[in-house]
């Protein structure tokens, strides 16, 4: 098992930037693809970003390409989520997510983190 807790959210004004993290405990973190998705109101999970366990290969939404980065931290067992240039659009519960294999598949993740509010005012 491996257990997820972001924070770092909060409210931001447009153009502003944030950084989510995301603290691993259980199974061996630096094992696991980690990947950052996000839920708006009344709209699917969506994927945001990840990568591989060694941080080699990195997927990105076109959505937040150039605007978004992922690292880790295999020895503090974090990953975290750099977000620039923020839009209202980005507004959403962001989740962290832990997966054998890096993907952009919701169903590709094995273990979800609750949940951080990210919102951004115009």
């Known amino acids: 098992q491996v257990q997820l807790v972001e924070y770092g959210g909060g409210l931001v004004q447009a153009g502003d930037s944030l950084r989510l993290s995301c603290l691993t405990s259980g199974r061996t973190f630096s094992f696991y693809a980690m990947g950052w998705f996000r839920q708006a109101p009344g709209k699917d999970r969506e994927f945001v970003i990840a990568?591989?366990?060694?941080?080699?290969?990195?997927y990105y939404a076109d959505s937040v390409k150039g605007r978004f980065t992922i690292s880790r931290d295999n020895v503090k067992n974090m990953v975290y989520l750099q977000m620039n240039s923020l839009k209202p659009e980005d507004t959403a519960v962001y989740y962290c997510?832990?997966?054998?294999?890096?993907?952009?598949?919701?169903?590709?993740?094995?273990?979800w983190g609750q949940g951080t509010q990210v919102t951004v005012s115009s």
């Open positions: 990568t591989s366990w060694s941080g080699d290969t990195t």
């Open positions: 997510a832990a997966a054998e294999r890096v993907t952009t598949r919701v169903s590709g993740f094995d273990y």
